[in-house]
């Protein structure tokens, strides 16, 4: 039998806070949930533990994340600061 997690204990599972699971159900890259009722959504346990899974697979794999590589490239740049730097810079010239 199927059992249902809800919000807080997939919260405390994945170390994702409520935000960043609504982001990536948006993104569509975390499970869908079930509603209990209109209000009250809860997630099939096997299908969060599936998701965590996949993230251990693609750290040992090596895999980085889009938004990951994203903030790589950022810091590798200097970061925000000197990102708006940059840009103040070009645009006084």
Known sequence: MPRLLRKAEVC???GL???AIS???AAGSFPKPVFIDARNPAWVESEVLAWIQQRIADRDNDVVPPGRAA???ARRLG???AQANRR???SAA
Do not use: A, C
């Open 12 to 14: 405390n599972r994945t």
């Open 79 to 81: 970061g925000r600061k």
């Open 17 to 19: 806070s409520e935000r």
């Open 71 to 73: 903030l790589i490239e």
């Open 88 to 90: 103040m810079k070009l």
């Open 23 to 25: 982001d990536r159900l």
